[in-house]
C-alpha cells in the first residue's frame, strides 16, 4: 500500500530512493491506514494521516470524525491545532515549530516528522542511511539556473491563502529573511570555486596546472590559519588570565567601542561601520509592516507615497503632522474630527504591530548599535509630541519597552549599555521638560536595564549625569523608579542608601516639589521595604507637618498611614514575644517592655502628625488622600475613628461619593490640573473599614449632635457602613446601632431627596440574614412606620411621591415570607389607626396584588 516516490532533485541523494526506511514502511502498513502514501510531503501536509496513526495508539482520545481530510488551509491548520492538543495531554513532545513546516508542505518536514513519530510511538530508534538535514538543502545541489528565485517563493500558495493582510506579509517577510540567508550560504560555499575559476580563465591555465597551484595556495593558507589559531589561542589566555583580576566584559563591548568613549554621540554611533557583524537594517524589516497597515488608511495615502524608500521615517514625520495635514483638508466632505480619528487609530495599529514583532528587530539592534540609533531617533518624537493621555503616546511608549525587553533577554549588558550611552541622553530632556511623563519615561529607563540590584544602580548613576544639577528632576525621576525596584524587590542596602540619602536631601529643599518627591519616596521604602530606616528620619519629615504646600501635607499622611501599619504589626510581635518570656527572669521581662515603651512613643509622634493634618478644616485634596490612606489602619488606632468619619462628612459629594462607590473603576487620579502633580490611587473604603466600628461612630455622633433631620451624607456613609452579611455575634450591637438612627430612618422615608438612600438601609435591616437582628429591627419600627406613613399623606406636598413609596412596599413584600406578613401587617395597622388616609390612598392595591 505504500509507494515513496523519488521527487525530482532527490536523485543523487543515499536517500532518494528511499525516503522512509524499511522499518518506518513497514510500520506504516501494519496500521492499515485508509489510503496509501505516494508523496509524504503531500499527504502529511493536512494532519489527517497522523491523526490516523494516533487513533491507533490512543483510540479514546481521538475522534476522527473530528478531522478533515482536505487540502485548504482552515483544514489544515484545524487538524493540526487539535493534534497539538492531544500531543500536550499525552505529553508527545512535539511542537508547533516541528509541524509548521510540514503545513506548509517544506521538503522534508514531512520525513523528518514521520521519525519522530516513529520513535516515539513505538519506542525503536532507526538508523538513516544518510542525514535527513539533506533532504533540506536540495538547493545547494541545483545548478544555479534551476534554483528558486525571490519571486518564485514569495508566490507559494500557502501565503496566499492567508486572509490577514498583516499576518501574510509577516510571514512573507520571514520567507524572504530565509531566502537571502540560504543565497548567502551558498555564496559563501562557491566563492572559492569561482575565483579558481575565474583565475584559470585569465591566466589561461589548464586544469593540471591550476591543481597545483592550488594545492600551494592551500599549504599556505592552511599554515597561516594555524598560526593565526595558535595566537588567537594565547590572546584567550592572556585573556583568562586578566578576566580573573578585572570585573567581566561583555562580549558585545566592541561594538560599543566608539560609544563609551567621552566624546562619542549619537552621530557617531550611527556612522559606526562594523563588517565583521552582519545586521539586516531594521528599516527593511519595519518597512512592510509599516507599508501594510498604511495603505488601508485614505488619509495616510493622501499624505505619504507609499513607494518611497524612507516609508518609515514619513510615517513618523505625517503623524506627528497629522491634526495639522487633516485641518488643512477642510474641503472635504468628511468631518475633520473623523479624519483625525483614523489617523490615530492608524498610527496606534502600526506602533502596536512593531510592538507585536518587536523580536524580528532585536537581532539588528544588538548586532549594530547604529540600528538601533535608527530607530530610536525615528520613533522616540512620539514620546515628545503627544501627551501622556494619547493612545500614540500609549502605543509608542509599549513598543519601546517591549523592544527593550526583548533585547535585555538577548544581551542585557549590551541593551543598559545602548540605552545610557545612545537614549538616555534625549530622554532625560524629556524628563526635564514634561513633569506629568516622568513616571511612566522612567519604565522605559528600565525596560532597558537588566533587573538586578547593581545594574539598577548604574542606571541611576547615568541618570544622574544626563540630568546634571537639577535635583527636582533627578528625585521626582526616583520617586518614580523607587516603586519599580521595589515591585522587583530589588531594594537591597545599597539602593536603599542611595534612595533615602537623596529623599533627605528633597526634604530639606526649598523648592515644594523636590519635598513631595522625596517623601513619595520614603512612601515606597516604607511600602516595599525596611520601615526602621525611615523611621529614623522621623525628627526630620515631622517637622514637615507644618508646610504649607498641600502636597507635602498630602504625602506625609500617606507615610504616617504607611508607618501606623508597620508599628502596629511590630508592636503586636513584641507584645507576643514579651509574653512568651513571662518566666520569671527580670531580664525576660525587661527588654520587651523596653521596646513596647519605643515602639508606642513613635506610634504617639506619628499620630501627632495625623492629628495636625487630618482635620475637617484642611484641604479637601488633603483629606482625601488621607482618607484613602488610614483607612487601612483603624481597627488598629480605634481613636482615629471620630475624626475619621467627621472628616469624610465633610468632604463634597463627588469626593466622598467616589470613596464610597463599590462598582466603581479604581484609578489613580491627579487632583489638581497641571504638569507637576502626583497620581494618588484611591481606596474603596466599604472593602477596607470596619464596618461596625464605622456605624458605632456615626450613630453616636448623630446622637451627640441631635439634629432635626439627617441630610444624604449621613445616609450614604451609613449605608456603605452595613455589611454584605451580618453576623449573628455581631447581631446585638447592630441592634443598638439601628435604634439610635430609626427614627432619622423613618423620617427620610418620606423626603423625596432621601427616600432612596433610607430604603435602601432599613431593608437591609429588615432582610438581614441574622434573624435575631432582622425580627427584632422590624419590630422596633412599626410605630414609627405608621407615623412616617401619616405624614405621608397628610402634607403630600412636602414629601414622596405615593407611586414611589408604593414601589417601596412591593419590593419588601416580594422579597419573601416574613416580610409579605410585616408590610400586610403595618398596612392592617395603618388602616386602623388612620382610616381616612388609608382611604384615600391607593395602599390597598398592595395586598389585592
Same mark, same amino acid.
Request: aromatic share 8%; net charge negative.
Given at each position: 500500500?505504500?509507494?515513496?516516490?523519488?521527487?525530482?532533485?532527490?536523485?543523487?541523494?543515499?536517500?532518494?530512493?528511499?525516503?522512509?526506511?524499511?522499518?518506518?514502511?513497514?510500520?506504516?502498513?501494519?496500521?492499515?491506514?485508509?489510503?496509501?502514501?505516494?508523496?509524504?510531503?503531500?499527504?502529511?501536509?493536512?494532519?489527517?494521516?497522523?491523526?490516523?496513526?494516533?487513533?491507533?495508539?490512543?483510540?479514546?482520545?481521538?475522534?476522527?470524525?473530528?478531522?478533515?481530510?482536505?487540502?485548504?488551509?482552515?483544514?489544515?491548520?484545524?487538524?493540526?491545532?487539535?493534534?497539538?492538543?492531544?500531543?500536550?495531554?499525552?505529553?508527545?513532545?512535539?511542537?508547533?515549530?516541528?509541524?509548521?513546516?510540514?503545513?506548509?508542505?517544506?521538503?522534508?518536514?514531512?520525513?523528518?516528522?514521520?521519525?519522530?513519530?516513529?520513535?516515539?510511538?513505538?519506542?525503536?530508534?532507526?538508523?538513516?542511511?544518510?542525514?535527513?538535514?539533506?533532504?533540506?538543502?536540495?538547493?545547494?545541489?541545483?545548478?544555479?539556473?534551476?534554483?528558486?528565485?525571490?519571486?518564485?517563493?514569495?508566490?507559494?500558495?500557502?501565503?496566499?491563502?492567508?486572509?490577514?493582510?498583516?499576518?501574510?506579509?509577516?510571514?512573507?517577510?520571514?520567507?524572504?529573511?530565509?531566502?537571502?540567508?540560504?543565497?548567502?550560504?551558498?555564496?559563501?560555499?562557491?566563492?572559492?570555486?569561482?575565483?579558481?575559476?575565474?583565475?584559470?580563465?585569465?591566466?589561461?591555465?589548464?586544469?593540471?596546472?591550476?591543481?597545483?597551484?592550488?594545492?600551494?595556495?592551500?599549504?599556505?593558507?592552511?599554515?597561516?590559519?594555524?598560526?593565526?589559531?595558535?595566537?588567537?589561542?594565547?590572546?584567550?589566555?592572556?585573556?583568562?588570565?586578566?578576566?580573573?583580576?578585572?570585573?567581566?566584559?561583555?562580549?558585545?563591548?566592541?561594538?560599543?567601542?566608539?560609544?563609551?568613549?567621552?566624546?562619542?554621540?549619537?552621530?557617531?554611533?550611527?556612522?559606526?561601520?562594523?563588517?565583521?557583524?552582519?545586521?539586516?537594517?531594521?528599516?527593511?524589516?519595519?518597512?512592510?509592516?509599516?507599508?501594510?497597515?498604511?495603505?488601508?488608511?485614505?488619509?495616510?495615502?493622501?499624505?505619504?507615497?507609499?513607494?518611497?524608500?524612507?516609508?518609515?521615517?514619513?510615517?513618523?514625520?505625517?503623524?506627528?503632522?497629522?491634526?495639522?495635514?487633516?485641518?488643512?483638508?477642510?474641503?472635504?466632505?468628511?468631518?475633520?474630527?473623523?479624519?483625525?480619528?483614523?489617523?490615530?487609530?492608524?498610527?496606534?495599529?502600526?506602533?502596536?504591530?512593531?510592538?507585536?514583532?518587536?523580536?524580528?528587530?532585536?537581532?539588528?539592534?544588538?548586532?549594530?548599535?547604529?540600528?538601533?540609533?535608527?530607530?530610536?531617533?525615528?520613533?522616540?518624537?512620539?514620546?515628545?509630541?503627544?501627551?501622556?493621555?494619547?493612545?500614540?503616546?500609549?502605543?509608542?511608549?509599549?513598543?519601546?519597552?517591549?523592544?527593550?525587553?526583548?533585547?535585555?533577554?538577548?544581551?542585557?549588558?549590551?541593551?543598559?549599555?545602548?540605552?545610557?550611552?545612545?537614549?538616555?541622553?534625549?530622554?532625560?530632556?524629556?524628563?526635564?521638560?514634561?513633569?506629568?511623563?516622568?513616571?511612566?519615561?522612567?519604565?522605559?529607563?528600565?525596560?532597558?536595564?537588566?533587573?538586578?540590584?547593581?545594574?539598577?544602580?548604574?542606571?541611576?548613576?547615568?541618570?544622574?549625569?544626563? !540630568? +546634571?544639577?537639577?535635583?527636582? =528632576?533627578?528625585? %521626582?525621576?526616583?520617586?518614580?523608579? /523607587?516603586? &519599580?525596584? @521595589?515591585?522587583?524587590?530589588?531594594?537591597?542596602?545599597?539602593?536603599?542608601?542611595?534612595?533615602?540619602?537623596?529623599?533627605?536631601?528633597?526634604?530639606?529643599?526649598?523648592?515644594?516639589?523636590?519635598?513631595?518627591?522625596?517623601?513619595?519616596?520614603?512612601?515606597?521604602?516604607?511600602?516595599?521595604?525596611?520601615?526602621?530606616?525611615?523611621?529614623?528620619?522621623?525628627?526630620?519629615?515631622?517637622?514637615?507637618?507644618?508646610?504649607?504646600?498641600?502636597?507635602?501635607?498630602?504625602?506625609?499622611?500617606?507615610?504616617?498611614?504607611?508607618?501606623?501599619?508597620?508599628?502596629?504589626?511590630?508592636?503586636?510581635?513584641?507584645?507576643?514575644?514579651?509574653?512568651?518570656?513571662?518566666?520569671?527572669?527580670?531580664?525576660?521581662?525587661?527588654?520587651?517592655?523596653?521596646?513596647?515603651?519605643?515602639?508606642?512613643?513613635?506610634?504617639?509622634?506619628?499620630?501627632?502628625? !495625623? +492629628?495636625?493634618?487630618?482635620? =475637617?478644616?484642611? %484641604?479637601?485634596?488633603?483629606?482625601? /488622600?488621607? &482618607?484613602? @490612606?488610614?483607612?487601612?489602619?483603624?481597627?488598629?488606632?480605634?481613636?482615629?475613628?471620630?475624626?475619621?468619619?467627621?472628616?469624610?462628612?465633610?468632604?463634597?459629594?463627588?469626593?466622598?461619593?467616589?470613596?464610597?462607590?463599590?462598582?466603581?473603576?479604581?484609578?489613580?487620579?491627579?487632583?489638581?490640573?497641571?504638569?507637576?502633580?502626583?497620581?494618588?490611587?484611591?481606596?474603596?473604603?466599604?472593602?477596607?473599614?470596619?464596618?461596625?466600628?464605622?456605624?458605632?461612630?456615626?450613630?453616636?455622633?448623630?446622637?451627640?449632635?441631635?439634629?432635626?433631620?439627617?441630610?444624604?451624607?449621613?445616609?450614604?456613609?451609613?449605608?456603605?457602613?452595613?455589611?454584605?452579611?451580618?453576623?449573628?455575634?455581631?447581631?446585638?450591637?447592630?441592634?443598638?446601632?439601628?435604634?439610635?438612627?430609626?427614627?432619622?430612618?423613618?423620617?427620610?422615608?418620606?423626603?423625596?431627596?432621601?427616600?432612596?438612600?433610607?430604603?435602601?438601609?432599613?431593608?437591609?435591616?429588615?432582610?438581614?440574614?441574622?434573624?435575631?437582628?432582622?425580627?427584632?429591627?422590624?419590630?422596633?419600627?412599626?410605630?414609627?412606620?405608621?407615623?412616617?406613613?401619616?405624614?405621608?399623606?397628610?402634607?403630600?406636598?412636602?414629601?414622596?411621591?405615593?407611586?414611589?413609596?408604593?414601589?417601596?412596599?412591593?419590593?419588601?413584600?416580594?422579597?419573601?415570607?416574613?416580610?409579605?406578613?410585616?408590610?400586610?401587617?403595618?398596612?392592617?395597622?395603618?388602616?386602623?389607626?388612620?382610616?381616612?388616609?388609608?382611604?384615600?390612598?391607593?395602599?390597598?392595591?398592595?395586598?389585592?396584588?
Amino acid at each position: 500500500n505504500l509507494e515513496c516516490r523519488n521527487p525530482v532533485g532527490f536523485s543523487h541523494l543515499p536517500m532518494a530512493s528511499a525516503p522512509l526506511p524499511r522499518e518506518i514502511i513497514k510500520w506504516l502498513q501494519a496500521l492499515d491506514l485508509s489510503f496509501s502514501i505516494k508523496n509524504p510531503k503531500r499527504d502529511f501536509s493536512n494532519g489527517y494521516l497522523v491523526a490516523e496513526i494516533m487513533s491507533r495508539y490512543h483510540p479514546q482520545d481521538v475522534d476522527i470524525n473530528s478531522f478533515e481530510n482536505g487540502s485548504r488551509l482552515e483544514a489544515k491548520v484545524n487538524n493540526w491545532d487539535q493534534l497539538c492538543k492531544l500531543f500536550k495531554k499525552k505529553g508527545i513532545g512535539i511542537t508547533k515549530v516541528e509541524f509548521d513546516p510540514v503545513i506548509h508542505c517544506a521538503p522534508g518536514a514531512a520525513t523528518v516528522l514521520i521519525y519522530r513519530i516513529y520513535e516515539i510511538l513505538t519506542k525503536c530508534t532507526v538508523r538513516a542511511n544518510a542525514p535527513i538535514k539533506e533532504l533540506m538543502n536540495i538547493q545547494h545541489e541545483l545548478p544555479p539556473f534551476m534554483r528558486d528565485t525571490a519571486s518564485k517563493r514569495l508566490k507559494d500558495p500557502e501565503i496566499a491563502r492567508i486572509e490577514d493582510n498583516v499576518e501574510r506579509t509577516i510571514v512573507a517577510i520571514d520567507v524572504l529573511g530565509s531566502y537571502h540567508q540560504e543565497r548567502r550560504a551558498m555564496k559563501a560555499t562557491e566563492a572559492p570555486a569561482l575565483i579558481r575559476q575565474e583565475r584559470r580563465l585569465r591566466l589561461g591555465l589548464s586544469q593540471e596546472d591550476l591543481s597545483n597551484q592550488q594545492e600551494h595556495f592551500d599549504s599556505v593558507m592552511i599554515d597561516e590559519v594555524k598560526v593565526k589559531a595558535l595566537q588567537s589561542a594565547q590572546l584567550k589566555k592572556n585573556e583568562a588570565q586578566h578576566q580573573e583580576t578585572a570585573p567581566v566584559i561583555s562580549k558585545s563591548s566592541a561594538l560599543l567601542k566608539a560609544v563609551t568613549e567621552p566624546q562619542a554621540c549619537c552621530a557617531a554611533l550611527a556612522r559606526l561601520q562594523q563588517p565583521q557583524v552582519s545586521a539586516k537594517p531594521a528599516t527593511e524589516i519595519m518597512r512592510p509592516l509599516v507599508f501594510t497597515i498604511l495603505q488601508e488608511s485614505e488619509e495616510f495615502s493622501k499624505m505619504i507615497d507609499t513607494k518611497k524608500e524612507d516609508m518609515v521615517v514619513s510615517f513618523m514625520e505625517q503623524c506627528r503632522e497629522g491634526v495639522r495635514d487633516a485641518g488643512r483638508q477642510s474641503s472635504d466632505t468628511a468631518p475633520l474630527e473623523l479624519r483625525m480619528r483614523e489617523i490615530e487609530e492608524t498610527s496606534v495599529r502600526v506602533f502596536e504591530t512593531l510592538a507585536k514583532r518587536a523580536e524580528l528587530l532585536v537581532d539588528s539592534l544588538t548586532k549594530s548599535p547604529a540600528e538601533f540609533w535608527k530607530v530610536w531617533t525615528t520613533f522616540y518624537p512620539a514620546l515628545v509630541d503627544f501627551s501622556e493621555s494619547s493612545p500614540i503616546f500609549e502605543s509608542a511608549l509599549f513598543f519601546f519597552k517591549r523592544l527593550g525587553e526583548l533585547m535585555r533577554e538577548a544581551d542585557p549588558q549590551l541593551t543598559q549599555q545602548l540605552m545610557n550611552d545612545v537614549a538616555l541622553s534625549s530622554l532625560a530632556k524629556e524628563l526635564i521638560r514634561s513633569p506629568e511623563k516622568r513616571e511612566v519615561l522612567c519604565e522605559v529607563l528600565y525596560s532597558y536595564s537588566p533587573e538586578d540590584t547593581l545594574n539598577h544602580v548604574l542606571a541611576l548613576r547615568s541618570l544622574k549625569e544626563k !540630568v +546634571g544639577d537639577d535635583m527636582s =528632576v533627578y528625585v %521626582s525621576c526616583l520617586a518614580g523608579l /523607587v516603586q &519599580l525596584d @521595589g515591585q522587583q524587590k530589588l531594594l537591597d542596602d545599597h539602593l536603599l542608601d542611595l534612595y533615602i540619602y537623596y529623599a533627605l536631601i528633597a526634604m530639606q529643599s526649598a523648592q515644594p516639589r523636590t519635598r513631595v518627591a522625596g517623601l513619595s519616596i520614603l512612601c515606597s521604602v516604607t511600602q516595599f521595604s525596611s520601615h526602621d530606616a525611615v523611621l529614623a528620619l522621623l525628627p526630620t519629615f515631622s517637622a514637615l507637618s507644618n508646610d504649607d504646600w498641600w502636597e507635602v501635607q498630602a504625602q506625609l499622611l500617606r507615610l504616617s498611614a504607611l508607618l501606623l501599619q508597620h508599628l502596629a504589626s511590630q508592636r503586636g510581635a513584641d507584645g507576643a514575644e514579651g509574653r512568651g518570656n513571662e518566666d520569671g527572669s527580670a531580664s525576660g521581662a525587661s527588654k520587651p517592655e523596653e521596646a513596647e515603651v519605643t515602639v508606642d512613643t513613635m506610634i504617639e509622634d506619628v499620630l501627632n502628625i !495625623v +492629628g495636625r493634618l487630618f482635620v =475637617v478644616s484642611n %484641604s479637601k485634596n488633603v483629606l482625601q /488622600v488621607g &482618607l484613602s @490612606g488610614l483607612v487601612h489602619v483603624l481597627t488598629e488606632y480605634p481613636t482615629l475613628l471620630p475624626n475619621y468619619v467627621a472628616v469624610l462628612l465633610g468632604q463634597t459629594s463627588t469626593l466622598r461619593r467616589r470613596l464610597l462607590d463599590e462598582g466603581g473603576e479604581r484609578q489613580r487620579r491627579s487632583y489638581v490640573h497641571g504638569n507637576s502633580t502626583n497620581m494618588y490611587e484611591e481606596t474603596c473604603l466599604p472593602d477596607v473599614w470596619p464596618h461596625l466600628d464605622i456605624a458605632k461612630t456615626l450613630a453616636m455622633q448623630l446622637e451627640a449632635m441631635q439634629l432635626p433631620r439627617i441630610e444624604e451624607e449621613h445616609l450614604e456613609v451609613l449605608s456603605a457602613s452595613l455589611p454584605f452579611f451580618f453576623e449573628d455575634e455581631e447581631a446585638d450591637e447592630w441592634l443598638h446601632v439601628f435604634e439610635k438612627v430609626k427614627q432619622h430612618l423613618f423620617t427620610s422615608l418620606v423626603d423625596s431627596r432621601l427616600h432612596v438612600l433610607s430604603g435602601q438601609i432599613i431593608k437591609k435591616f429588615w432582610a438581614c440574614g441574622a434573624e435575631m437582628l432582622a425580627s427584632k429591627s422590624r419590630e422596633a419600627s412599626r410605630g414609627f412606620f405608621t407615623e412616617a406613613l401619616s405624614r405621608l399623606y397628610q402634607q403630600p406636598a412636602e414629601h414622596v411621591e405615593e407611586a414611589s413609596m408604593l414601589v417601596f412596599l412591593r419590593e419588601l413584600r416580594y422579597f419573601n415570607e416574613d416580610l409579605h406578613a410585616e408590610v400586610d401587617s403595618l398596612l392592617d395597622a395603618f388602616n386602623e389607626e388612620y382610616p381616612d388616609e388609608y382611604k384615600a390612598s391607593q395602599l390597598e392595591t398592595i395586598l389585592k396584588d
